[in-house]
């Protein structure tokens, strides 16, 4: 059975650093992407990026370009992003998904509070 | 970027009647479409890809159709547990991947 684990509720104060993870079980091949998606307080998903384990081919949205960084350890079948600097706005559920294109398989989310 | 624009943004429905839910990009995308579910609480649930390819385990009573730019999905009788918010999404020619801002499928 293909299970996502992401890291567990996160409450962080504005301009710190934070990295969080999603690491995938079940599956043996390493063919596959894993995307990041954010869902902010009451609001619609948002593709942010992904990335591919093999070979960390990485591509970003425009929208989240520079905000965030993306990356994996193939070795340990995990993925990260990672924020340098949070701000208030970046306060919102994130997924992580897998699949090809669109995401077969979804981790159960990770809560990211940004309050001073 | 391919902007996604799904609607209504909200459908009441009764259960055991017919939902019609629409997508549509602002670009051809061919068929790269995929639908998901998602219920309070939960992660989003992938329901369709290929824009009419169910995955393992979803009931029969949802399909997807359409091309191109238009798309629809169906939920030929609602039960209770199909009452939720479902988001199209676009994978054509990507980054980057987008979503429609999601239709909500009440009770009436």
């Known amino acids: 059975e293909v299970?996502?684990?992401?890291?567990?509720?996160?409450?962080?104060?504005?301009?710190?650093?934070?990295?969080?993870?999603?690491?995938?079980?079940g599956y043996t091949s390493t063919s596959y992407w894993i995307a990041w998606v954010r869902q902010?307080?009451?609001?619609?998903?948002?593709?942010?990026?992904?990335?591919?384990?093999?070979?960390?081919?990485?591509?970003?949205?425009?929208?989240?370009?520079?905000?965030?960084?993306?990356?994996?350890?193939?070795?340990?079948s995990t993925a990260y992003l990672q924020w340098s600097s949070l701000r208030a706005s970046d306060t919102a559920m994130y997924y992580c998904g897998m699949g090809y294109d669109y995401s077969d398989y979804w981790g159960q989310g990770t809560l990211v509070t940004v309050s001073s | 970027e391919i902007v996604v624009t799904q609607s209504p943004a909200t459908l009441s429905v009764s259960p055991g009647e017919r939902a019609t839910l629409s997508c549509r990009t602002s670009?051809?995308?061919?068929?790269?479409?995929?639908?998901?579910?998602?219920?309070?609480?939960?992660?989003?649930?992938?329901?369709?890809?290929?824009?009419?390819?169910?995955?393992?385990?979803?009931?029969?009573?949802?399909?997807?159709?359409?091309?191109?730019t238009e798309f629809t999905l169906t939920i030929s009788s609602l039960q209770s547990e199909?009452?939720?918010?479902?988001?199209?999404q676009q994978y054509n020619n990507w980054p980057p991947i987008t979503f429609g801002q999601g239709t909500r499928v009440e009770i009436k």
């Open chain 1, 40 to 76: 902010m307080p009451g609001k619609g998903l948002e593709w942010m990026g992904a990335i591919h384990p093999s070979d960390s081919d990485t591509r970003y949205s425009p929208s989240f370009r520079g905000q965030v960084t993306i990356s994996s350890d193939k070795s340990i």
């Open chain 2, 27 to 68: 670009q051809t995308i061919n068929s790269n479409l995929a639908w998901y579910q998602q219920k309070p609480g939960q992660a989003p649930r992938l329901l369709i890809s290929g824009a009419s390819t169910r995955a393992t385990g979803v009931p029969a009573r949802f399909s997807g159709s359409g091309s191109a």
């Open chain 1, 3 to 25: 299970q996502l684990v992401q890291s567990t509720a996160e409450v962080k104060k504005p301009g710190e650093s934070l990295k969080i993870s999603c690491k995938v079980s």
């Open chain 2, 82 to 88: 199909d009452f939720a918010v479902y988001y199209c």
